[in-house]
């Protein structure tokens, strides 16, 4: 097949062109030439902004793809363009979507009132409200480290836009919170630190101890972005992608901590005993776990790195690339020695 991949050369972009071109595929990449190829020579290029991808129709047109996996959709306005330029042009779209489409979300966020949404969330699972998922300080933060995103962010209306036109039928992968060597977001790393650091006990407030958040490692995601690309049974369908494993936040620190010999305590505590940069504004009674029972009994996905293996590649990356700004007042350890000293009475 042909496959084009805008935004492709970024964090499960470039597993996902080594696969493709490991199966024998031709692949193109529509990217800003701010990232080395995953593969010099071996796919075509075209560099420019997504914002400018209806100037370049001819060219991309071209090349003729079978199949556009578009990872950098944020807002309708990028959906319209994309469905734009690539109707009559090729076959069918992957779009990368995202969890944060299920009203458990909003829940989380405190968006919307209401009921807790049960877990797992399925592909008809019920939606949040259209319109802002993140508070105006936090898109601006995430904007430093995603360029691509506009004020205009919202999974769920770019799933409407993309619905919307059946001249370009699109399969929508909703994502979990992914990690791995390259996360731009470094994940791990708060954990991570502490441990370096020594530190004999680790604190949660007890709601987000035990919260099930939904994560899934780089690797086994661009897996499945290949195989909703390459599978003719994946056009106009939607799925979850994510590790089957339920997880509590305190599980995955044990077995960060287990991967690095650690032998510390983690201890949860109510919400007035914690440190104050402990303490979360979110609802974590509600939990973000999906289901991905759909795309595995569809397309056959399933995990080729184990969880262990995952956890521990992910470790080594976040030991030689630390992030290059720390906010230190996150890491209060006096703060949190009063609370340990207080705890151990």
Not at 36 to 59: Q, T
Not at 130 to 138: I, L
Not at 160 to 171: E, V
Request: include cysteine.
């Amino acid at each position: 097949m042909r496959v084009m991949l805008i935004g492709g050369t970024g964090f499960i972009g470039r597993h996902a062109v080594r696969e493709l071109l490991e199966s024998g595929h031709e692949v193109a990449l529509v990217h800003r030439g701010q990232t080395p190829l995953a593969a010099e020579g071996c796919v075509a290029e075209f560099i420019g902004e997504h914002s400018v991808l209806a100037d370049m129709r001819f060219e991309l047109a071209r090349w003729s793809p079978d199949v556009v996996v578009d990872f950098i959709l944020g807002s309708p306005a990028q959906a319209t363009v994309t469905l734009d330029v690539f109707r009559g042009v090729a076959r069918r779209l992957v779009a990368l979507s995202s969890g944060d489409v299920y009203r458990a979300m909003a829940v989380l966020h405190r968006l919307e009132s209401g009921p807790i949404e049960p877990i797992p969330l399925t592909e008809d699972s019920r939606l949040r409200t259209p319109g802002p998922t993140y508070s105006p300080a936090t898109l601006a933060k995430l904007r430093s480290t995603f360029p691509w995103l506009d004020q205009h962010y919202d999974k769920v209306r770019v799933e409407q836009t993309l619905r919307s036109d059946p001249a370009l039928p699109a399969t929508v992968l909703r994502l979990p919170m992914v990690y791995g060597p390259g996360d731009p977001l470094h994940r791990f790393f708060p954990v991570l630190k502490r441990i370096i650091d020594g530190r004999p006990a680790i604190l949660y407030e007890q709601s987000y101890a035990r919260s099930i958040p939904c994560r899934g490692y780089v690797e086994n995601v661009a897996h499945a972005v290949v195989l909703a690309a390459t599978r003719e049974e994946a056009t106009g369908r939607t799925y979850n992608v994510a590790d089957p494993f339920q997880f509590t936040e305190a599980q995955w620190t044990e077995k960060i901590g287990a991967a690095l010999r650690w032998y510390g305590r983690i201890l949860s505590l109510p919400r007035d005993q914690v440190p104050k940069h402990l303490v979360l504004p979110y609802n974590f009674a509600q939990h973000l776990f999906m289901d991905s029972t759909r795309i595995r009994a569809e397309l056959g996905y399933q995990e080729s790195v184990p969880v262990d293996v995952a956890i521990g590649r992910t470790i080594e990356w976040e030991q030689a690339n630390p992030p290059q700004r720390i906010d230190a007042s996150q890491f209060d350890y006096a703060a949190e020695d009063e609370v340990l000293k207080l705890a151990s009475v």
